[in-house]
């Protein structure tokens, strides 16, 4: 199982690796990632370094969002979200969808009352385990080997002890924004679908607006250039999710619950200034 292996997609989860197991190395770490080094491989830190010209430049301003704050906001945010959730006796099931190669199962301690489910496609499995041979998550840990957009992932899900009438918590992290409107939305109506009334999910996404203007051009390049363009944003989250039945908050990156991190420098968009790039990390409920 070779890195090669993986299509564009797939290989920007050795990216996120590659960006965790930096974060890891600094002194002012918001977490830490004992795997993400050898998660990342050789190919990981390489697409970092592509990222890295493009967001902080040696021969002109710099203009791109912070690429490795962002992960690493974003990481923290939602270390917090699944682990204050899984606190809740009633909250038995987390799901990962995708997990790409996420670590939270080895590297977070869990109750001993959840069941935590790893959701990708079989090529991205069998590189993690291949990368983390020899570990034990600290969880009841299952792993799911389907494209959430196939036709029966649900049932595979279920066939691996899902129940969907026990409420979950799911995370859609750096997923939204490769797949195209119509298929995020049935996405979307089929994870609602699955899920107890009472249950939780987060996600992040970036706004319509931020696919557009010209400050994000030089990093949208490189993943369109990878062959895993942008495809999808929405300036309006918390509408997007209601409309599949969830009650959301989304939250930027500098602002709200984020500040107390301490880390995003770049300029933070006043409320209903438009014309400007966001990043949110939602979270919320199913109704």
Known sequence: MTQTQLDAVERTALLTAALRAAETRRQNRLYEDPYAERLAGELGPQLLEEVLQVTFPHDSPRIVPSTPDYNAIRTRFFDEFLQQAAQDPAMTQIVLAPCGMDSRAYRLPWPDHIRYFEVDRPVVLEHKA??????????????????????????????????????????????????????TRRMLDRVAAIMAPGSRIGADIVSATALAVPDMRPLLDVFEGWGCPFVFGSDNPVGLFAEHGFTTRAVQPGTGETVRYDRWADPVPAAGQTGVRRFFYVHGERL
């Open 130 to 183: 291949t990368r983390l041979a020899g570990e034990q998550p600290r969880v009841d840990h299952r792993t799911v080997a389907v494209d959430l957009v196939t036709n029966d992932w649900e049932t595979t899900l279920q066939e691996a002890g899902y129940d969907p009438a026990l409420p979950s918590t799911w995370l859609l992290e750096g997923l939204l924004y490769y797949i195209p409107e119509a298929d």
